[in-house]
């Protein structure tokens, strides 16, 4: 995400040719709401009967699954390919706020306070996530108050990403948060695709693509990464890290 969006690139989930099929949940679904952060702590029986509420939807890359603002009535668990949540600014700029992947939870909060949307989120590539209505959640956690645990530690978790996100703001320069976001998205691999655009990137980082890149061309320059098209390899971990901090 990161600049504007280009007219037309985008597509409400559900509309046109965003969507590529809405299906029931299966075993394998199942399987990984188990897996899930927000589920985990779940029954066997208690998932069977949530199941029969699922959907799974396969969009489209650039599919807009809701918008900021919006009244919320379900919550999405990440199946393939990677969703965006974000912002966007009045004049129209989109900032990447997170990436969410297999096993992710996102559309939760308002299932809590019953408000609005408070970020968009948008498929970044052809992804399938599980649709899941508010109710029979509810439901569940009313018969078993002790699966509010789980999500008092989900909530806590995000806390503490959205607390080292606004100390990154504060404490890191553009580089510093550049080095941070290619790290973090290589993982414990030395050699790692870039799994979003450059805007996108720089949506992320909270800076231009222009600066985003320049910083970049510094790693490259000192020798601390190597980068073919959307690949990199990591030659100096440890001057990354020293810069990410």
Known sequence: MGRRAAAGTTQRLGVGR???GILG??????????????????DDSTLQRMLGHVEAVTCKRNAVIFEEGDDASDLYVVDTGRVGLGRRSP???ESLIALTERGDVFGEMPLFDDGPRSTSARAL????VLRIPYGPVRSALDDSPVLL????HLLVRRLRATDSD??????LDVTGRTAKRLLEMAGASD??????????LAGLVGAS??????AIAAFIRLGWIEQTDRRYRIISRERLEQRAR
């Not at 645990?149 to 008092?152: E, L, R, S, T």
């Not at 050699?191 to 996108?200: D, G, H, M, Y």
């Open 18 to 20: 965003a969507v590529e």
């Open 25 to 42: 949940a299966t075993m394998t679904d199942l399987e990984l709401l188990g897996k899930s952060e927000l589920f985990s702590a779940f």
């Open 91 to 93: 004049d129209g700029r």
């Open 125 to 128: 590539e052809r992804s399938k």
């Open 149 to 152: 645990w789980n999500v008092v």
């Open 166 to 171: 606004l100390a990154d703001a504060v404490l």
């Open 191 to 200: 050699e790692f695709a870039l799994p979003i655009t450059q805007e996108e």
């Open 209 to 214: 693509r222009e600066r985003v890149n320049k």
